[in-house]
C-alpha cells in the first residue's frame, strides 16, 4: 500500500501491531473508514510523513518540546490543521519495540473510559484502545491543541513579515534613494 495514497484518503491515526509472522507493523486508519496494515514500524512511518511534508521531525520535536517544556511525547505538526499526538497503545515486547502510536486530534470525536484506561473514539466511529488513563490522554490532546495554535501563530508571523518586507520595498523611490544608490555606485566604481 502507497503511503500517499494513504495520506490522500485522510490519514486518522496509525498505530504499532504485532502480525504473527511478520513482526511490528503499523495499521493506519483513514477517514474513509479504511484500515491498512503496513510491515514498517511506526518510527518508520513517522519519518515518511516527515519526508512527504518537508519537514525535519528533530527541530520540530526541539522546537515544540522546549515550548511545552517536555522531551517526550511532543505532538508533531505536519500541517496547521494535521498534529498528531503520541498515546501509549501496547507493551513493548522487546528492546526498540514500537508502543506509541499516533492520532490526528481534529479526527478524535470522544475519549471514553474503559476499565481505567482511555478509549479512543475517531469521527467515522473506529476505535482505538490506549494504556494511558483518560487523564493522560486528555493532557496529550490538550498538548496537541496547543502546538497547534502556536504552528498557526508561527505561520501568521512569517507572512506578516513577508509582507511588511514588500510593503517597505515597493515604494517610489525618493531622491535621498537615488543619491544614496549614486553614492554606492561611485564607491563600487572607485570614484
Do not use: W
Not at 482511555?118 to 494504556?131: D, R, S, T
Not at 496529550?140 to 505561520?155: A, M, S
Request: glycine share 6%; charged share 25%.
Amino acid at each position: 500500500m502507497d503511503l500517499e495514497k494513504i495520506i490522500l484518503e485522510e490519514l486518522m491515526a496509525f498505530i504499532p501491531v504485532y502480525i504473527p509472522l511478520k513482526g511490528n507493523c503499523t495499521q493506519l486508519y483513514t477517514k474513509e473508514g479504511g484500515v491498512y496494515q503496513i510491515e514498517r514500524n511506526t518510527r518508520t512511518i513517522v519519518n515518511q510523513l516527515c519526508e512527504y511534508y518537508l519537514m525535519d521531525l528533530k527541530a520540530t520535536r526541539k522546537y515544540y518540546g522546549d515550548l511545552l517544556s517536555m522531551k517526550n511525547l511532543i505532538p508533531i505538526p505536519f500541517t496547521e490543521e494535521d498534529i498528531f499526538i503520541p498515546i501509549r497503545v501496547r507493551k513493548p515486547i522487546c528492546k526498540n519495540d514500537g508502543a506509541t502510536g499516533f492520532i490526528n486530534i481534529k479526527h478524535i470525536k470522544k475519549v471514553l473510559e474503559l476499565k481505567g484506561k482511555a478509549l479512543i473514539e475517531l469521527v467515522n466511529g473506529q476505535k482505538i484502545p490506549c494504556l494511558s488513563t483518560i487523564e493522560t490522554t486528555n493532557r496529550h490532546i490538550k498538548n496537541g491543541h496547543i502546538v497547534k495554535r502556536l504552528y498557526g501563530e508561527k505561520q501568521n508571523t512569517i507572512t506578516l513579515r513577508e509582507c511588511n518586507f514588500y510593503d517597505e520595498y515597493n515604494q517610489p523611490a525618493t531622491k535621498g534613494d537615488i543619491a544614496l544608490l549614486r553614492q554606492e555606485i561611485l564607491k563600487l566604481k572607485g570614484l
